[in-house]
């Protein structure tokens, strides 16, 4: 059965795993951060602050996987007791990889919900339920980190006092990251249906929606497998919760990447709005003229802001735009 897989071997596979995700997020970290100061972005940026952020969390709990790894067979008791090694919780290096896993968490939950206010025209109100969630996650993950400190070897980590907190840890970043997918999905989707009447071509806008959706279905179907194997009481809870900080930051960093690369921004989209004629005004034809006045969701570049993904100055708007027939 997946739940009576031995400790030591999943460990082991831990290594393995999380350093080959490691290898492909540190490419995609790397490449982020080189494209964010193309674009001259400032260093005080949220959004280069948690780039940054991110990759030191997730580097320094990998540093402390492979280094777990060294103590289990050769330092601790001499090599001859991996298993006691890996069964306590309490061990100073569990304790502090555990924390650098919830800062991890925390980071990303941060820069979905920034996200998502950019997007929202910066509108609080959308943002107080992730807010209440990722609150909830922090006060879990200090809560979590607490009690590994506390953990007395032999104890079983699924009937542990730590058990109710990581269930609340799991429940609160699910939360997080539907709740700000959806409320994205729908407003890109509302605006795209807005505009099109105007550009015709909104192919740009659902590129982007495509980013953002996979990059967070990753996430969410990693954070299911954690959920999924520690309430089944497997040891592959094991595997899924160490590879869940590098996971969480493959997902982020796709979706800086790809957008900051120009998949989802197409040069013509600037020339589209110009010959669409929506932002000209006082246009007068012999016959009868008729102002039409339109309220329509747009940037500079007729769009959503979605260029502040990638680190870029753009800002939302309503701009009036005065069609003359």
Not at 175 to 196: Q, V
Not at 271 to 300: D, F, M, Y
Request: net charge positive.
């Amino acid at each position: 059965m997946v739940a009576e897989i031995p400790l030591v071997p999943v460990n082991l596979a831990t290594v393995a795993l999380e350093s080959c995700l490691y290898g492909a997020f540190m490419v995609l970290a790397i490449t982020s951060i080189s494209l964010l100061r193309a674009r001259n972005v400032k260093l005080s940026s949220p959004i280069f602050l948690g780039v940054v952020a991110m990759t030191s969390t997730i580097t320094a709990h990998w540093i402390l996987t492979v280094d777990r790894s060294f103590l289990a067979f050769l330092y601790f008791e001499n090599g001859t007791s991996p298993l006691g090694f890996y069964g306590d919780l309490s061990q100073i290096t569990e304790v502090v990889k555990t924390g650098f896993l919830m800062a991890t968490l925390t980071i990303g939950d941060a820069l979905i919900i920034h996200r998502l206010w950019i997007i929202w025209n910066r509108k609080f109100a959308v943002l107080i339920f992730p807010l209440s969630t990722l609150l909830g996650l922090t006060v879990c993950g200090v809560g979590i980190t607490y009690q590994f400190t506390q953990y007395k070897p032999g104890q079983n980590v699924f009937l542990s006092e730590a058990g109710r907190w990581i269930t609340s840890d799991a429940v609160f970043t699910l939360s997080t990251n539907i709740y700000s997918t959806g409320f994205i999905t729908w407003r890109i989707l509302k605006s795209s249906r807005a505009i099109k009447p105007f550009v015709g071509d909104t192919s740009n806008l659902m590129s982007v929606l495509g980013i953002i959706v996979e990059s967070a279905a990753l996430y969410t179907t990693w954070s299911l497998f954690f959920f999924v194997t520690y309430q089944s009481g497997s040891n592959l809870q094991f595997n899924a919760v160490d590879c869940w900080p590098v996971m969480s930051g493959i997902s982020c960093m796709l979706i800086h990447v790809r957008v900051g690369l120009g998949w989802a921004h197409k040069a013509e989209s600037t020339g589209n709005l110009k010959s669409t004629g929506v932002v000209s005004s006082g246009i007068q034809r012999p016959g009868v003229a008729v102002n039409i006045s339109r309220a329509v969701h747009a940037t500079r570049d007729y769009d959503l802001p979605l260029d502040e993904l990638d680190g870029s100055q753009s800002k939302l708007g309503l701009r009036q735009s005065k069609l003359s027939v």
